[in-house]
């Protein structure tokens, strides 16, 4: 067992993400991507609520080299809101649970989607990109929110790059 697991599994169990060490960042995003993936993705055939009470979605952030699929890869299929974005969603089309976001570009971190953890899951950190909220919805007094980014946030993914490198 590596230290401090977590293991994304879709909704009926053929697939299964794992990750392991320290999250980078655990967070409800609010942007205007997530909260559009949120509405399209919950409304396929038989698919989990994507979004809270206040559009947030929650995402635990793993560095990329700490993230594997260990089953069912072949059932993970890219869901991209537009043809040209760089961001795809990963969904199990077993069950159409959403398990991750994938970047194409050298962003080196995965967001696995925090309703499919289990394991060693970290507490959620902040609310963030709350500027894109729709009017008249409440946040929810929970963890601190911010309208972009938190430095914490900035910080953890600048170190977690380094680290990266000198783990090579
Ligand atoms: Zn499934
Ligand atoms: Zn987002």
Same mark, same amino acid.
């Given at each position: !067992?590596?230290?401090?697991?977590?293991?994304?599994?879709? #909704?009926?169990?053929? &697939? /299964? =993400?794992?990750?392991?060490?320290?999250?980078?960042? @655990? &967070? =409800?995003?609010?942007? +205007?991507?997530?909260?559009?993936?949120?509405?399209?993705?919950?409304?396929?055939? *038989?698919?989990?609520?994507?979004?809270?009470? %206040?559009?947030? $979605?929650?995402? &635990?952030?793993?560095?990329? *080299?700490?993230?594997?699929? #260990?089953?069912?890869?072949?059932?993970?299929?890219?869901?991209?809101?537009?043809? +040209?974005?760089? $961001? @795809?969603? !990963?969904?199990?089309?077993?069950?159409?649970?959403?398990?991750?976001?994938?970047?194409?570009?050298?962003?080196?971190?995965?967001?696995?989607?925090? +309703?499919?953890? /289990?394991?060693?899951?970290?507490?959620?950190?902040?609310? =963030?990109?709350?500027?894109?909220?729709?009017?008249?919805? /409440?946040?929810? *007094?929970?963890?601190?929110?911010? %309208?972009?980014?938190?430095?914490?946030?900035?910080?953890?993914? %600048?170190? @977690?790059?380094?680290?990266?490198?000198?783990?090579?």
């Amino acid at each position: !067992m590596k230290d401090k697991q977590v293991m994304a599994r879709c #909704s009926c169990g053929q &697939v /299964e =993400i794992e990750a392991w060490g320290k999250p980078i960042a @655990s &967070v =409800i995003c609010h942007c +205007d991507d997530c909260q559009a993936a949120g509405r399209a993705l919950g409304a396929l055939p *038989d698919a989990p609520p994507l979004l809270d009470t %206040a559009g947030g $979605t929650g995402n &635990v952030l793993y560095r990329k *080299d700490r993230v594997q699929v #260990s089953k069912g890869g072949h059932l993970l299929e890219a869901h991209k809101l537009t043809p +040209d974005t760089k $961001t @795809s969603r !990963m969904v199990a089309t077993c069950c159409n649970a959403p398990m991750a976001i994938t970047f194409d570009d050298a962003r080196h971190w995965v967001p696995l989607y925090r +309703d499919r953890l /289990e394991g060693a899951v970290p507490p959620v950190q902040w609310r =963030i990109c709350t500027k894109f909220r729709p009017p008249g919805v /409440e946040l929810p *007094d929970d963890v601190p929110a911010y %309208a972009m980014y938190p430095f914490g946030m900035m910080a953890g993914l %600048a170190l @977690s790059a380094v680290a990266m490198l000198v783990a090579r």
